[in-house]
């Protein structure tokens, strides 16, 4: 599903709870700071990059990002937003968790793209890896106070 599918006014809402604002590019023009070019989205600053043709998937895993880097990262942020692989799995849980947040896509739709763009894990498909074997991503998340103790998204960025 594309930013076009579900609207971007939910997702900009969504996103500007973290401090990050969405900002839409014209149809075919090239998207600033996406790491991966053609319709990804881009990060730069506080800001994220997407056109309507941009999966959702894609503008929630860069969102992703943004909320588990340093604010210190974040401060200096263009296109490549880093991190170990510890940071990298908790951007990838937290996408889904967020994904529950947007109207009309949630987590099922986000674990089939996710696995349709070709993400990988170790048990195969998103959905095994986040039901059986993202502890690790978990207790990263609760660590920086990115989720409460229910597992829920606080709304906060990392520190």
Request: overall charge negative; proline content about 3%; charged content about 25%.
């Amino acid at each position: 599903m594309t930013v076009r599918d579900v609207g971007s006014a939910g997702l900009a809402a969504l996103l500007a709870r973290y401090g990050l604002a969405l900002t839409l590019v014209e149809a075919g023009a090239p998207i600033p700071g996406s790491y991966w070019g053609e319709c990804e989205a881009g990060l730069q600053g506080e800001r994220l990059f997407a056109r309507s043709d941009t999966p959702v998937h894609s503008v929630l895993h860069e969102a992703g990002h943004f909320i588990c880097m340093s604010a210190a990262r974040r401060t200096a942020l263009d296109t490549d937003a880093g991190g170990d692989d510890a940071e990298e799995c908790a951007a990838c849980y937290l996408q889904v968790l967020l994904a529950d947040e947007v109207a009309g896509f949630g987590r099922d739709r986000l674990l089939a793209d996710m696995d349709a763009w070709g993400y990988s894990f170790r048990l195969g498909s998103a959905r095994d890896w986040f039901e059986r074997d993202a502890e690790d991503a978990r207790r990263w998340l609760r660590a920086h106070a990115l989720t409460d103790c229910d597992g829920r998204p606080t709304g906060a960025c990392r520190r």
